[in-house]
């Protein structure tokens, strides 16, 4: 998959897939993997920058918790509703752009 059009959609991949449950920064990237069927991976040196700067802008609220699998507690994230109203946002704006490249092709 091009890299320049996975870096202009990480933020709407996040939110899309904490709509669906919250978690955190391990369970975010399988959850992407498996969602996609591997066509998407994504690397802590592009998920935590993105996951704080949606967390900034108040689209995801996060707290400490201790993982399932045990350890010491990891920031757990989920949407708001400013997120979701930014998801809805996002997926207009997508969708828009698909049908517009479509009719290109």
Same mark, same amino acid.
């Given at each position: 998959?091009?890299?320049?059009?996975?870096?202009?959609?990480?933020?709407?991949?996040?939110?899309?897939?904490?709509?669906?449950?919250?978690?955190?920064?391990?369970?975010?990237?399988?959850?992407?993997?498996? @969602?996609?069927?591997?066509?998407? &991976?994504?690397?802590? /040196?592009?998920?935590?920058?993105?996951?704080? !700067? #949606?967390?900034? =802008? *108040?689209? @995801?609220?996060?707290?400490?918790? &201790?993982?399932?699998? /045990?350890?010491?507690?990891?920031?757990?994230? !989920? #949407?708001?509703? =400013? *997120?979701?109203?930014?998801?809805?946002?996002?997926?207009?704006?997508?969708?828009?752009?698909?049908?517009?490249?479509?009719? #290109?092709?």
């Amino acid at each position: 998959m091009d890299v320049n059009l996975f870096k202009g959609n990480l933020d709407l991949i996040l939110l899309s897939v904490l709509e669906r449950e919250e978690g955190y920064g391990l369970e975010i990237t399988k959850r992407v993997e498996a @969602l996609t069927e591997g066509h998407i &991976t994504l690397n802590a /040196g592009s998920l935590y920058p993105a996951l704080h !700067r #949606l967390e900034r =802008a *108040g689209h @995801l609220a996060a707290t400490l918790t &201790t993982p399932g699998r /045990g350890g010491p507690p990891v920031k757990t994230y !989920r #949407l708001t509703e =400013a *997120g979701r109203a930014e998801l809805h946002r996002r997926r207009a704006g997508y969708a828009a752009f698909d049908r517009a490249l479509r009719s #290109l092709w």
